[in-house]
């Protein structure tokens, strides 16, 4: 890569990604019992150096942009201030914080797939479970804290498609840059609405599952 990774908004059109990020597909795969278990990549795709990702839902080649958005208002909608000042905390024992943004919850369930995340993270036994469900968590609506560090996964730069109208997953740390040119809080992981529906745009809010 470049070392240029960036996604730019543009006004009422798709996301530019820009430093030749890499895509992917990723889909969730559920155990026995419906509950997801972990991610696992179903295709790989060879964009350029620059492409263009549709943010309106009416692409027809998707996750690439093919112009549909003509007439569609993608006003971007979400709160311009950082995850812990939204994030509502639960300490669920000496040490360990469980902070949650409900706002960036994309549905994906692994939070609560088995055994409810705050119950695997009371208990250092279980620990290594609650980590991997907060890891898993696309959109990084959940952070779990120890000692007063955020844990975070080790991500390498890089975009995931993760459905037809599902969010676009971005990974590592790529800086998103609204069409205004602000530039918003740069998280490890989050996701990007693909359904132009989102309530808090460029943020996918979970509404595709609504």
Not at 9 to 22: D, E, F, Q
Not at 31 to 38: L, V
Not at 165 to 178: A, F
Request: glycine share 10%; net charge positive; with cysteine.
């Amino acid at each position: 890569m470049s070392g240029g990774e960036k996604i730019k908004i543009t006004k009422n059109g798709p996301y530019t990604v820009l430093g030749g990020v890499p895509l992917k597909e990723e889909s969730i795969k559920s155990d026995s019992m419906g509950h997801p278990e972990k991610w696992e990549t179903t295709k790989k795709l060879y964009p350029c150096d620059v492409y263009s990702l549709c943010r309106c839902g009416k692409s027809t080649d998707k996750p690439f942009c093919t112009g549909d958005h003509v007439g569609w208002d993608g006003t971007e909608t979400a709160m311009r201030n950082n995850f812990e000042e939204r994030a509502r905390s639960f300490p669920v024992r000496e040490g360990v914080v469980i902070l949650q943004d409900m706002s960036l919850c994309v549905g994906a369930g692994f939070c609560h797939a088995k055994q409810k995340i705050e119950k695997m993270a009371s208990s250092e036994k279980t620990m290594n479970i609650a980590l991997q469900q907060c890891y898993d968590c696309p959109g990084g609506s959940i952070v779990i804290k120890v000692n007063g560090a955020s844990q975070e996964p080790k991500l390498e730069k890089g975009i995931s498609v993760t459905g037809k109208n599902s969010p676009i997953w971005v990974k590592g740390g790529i800086p998103v840059e609204s069409s205004d040119g602000y530039v918003y809080e740069v998280r490890n992981r989050v996701t990007l609405c693909s359904c132009g529906r989102s309530q808090k745009k460029p943020f996918c809010d979970g509404t595709h599952k609504r």
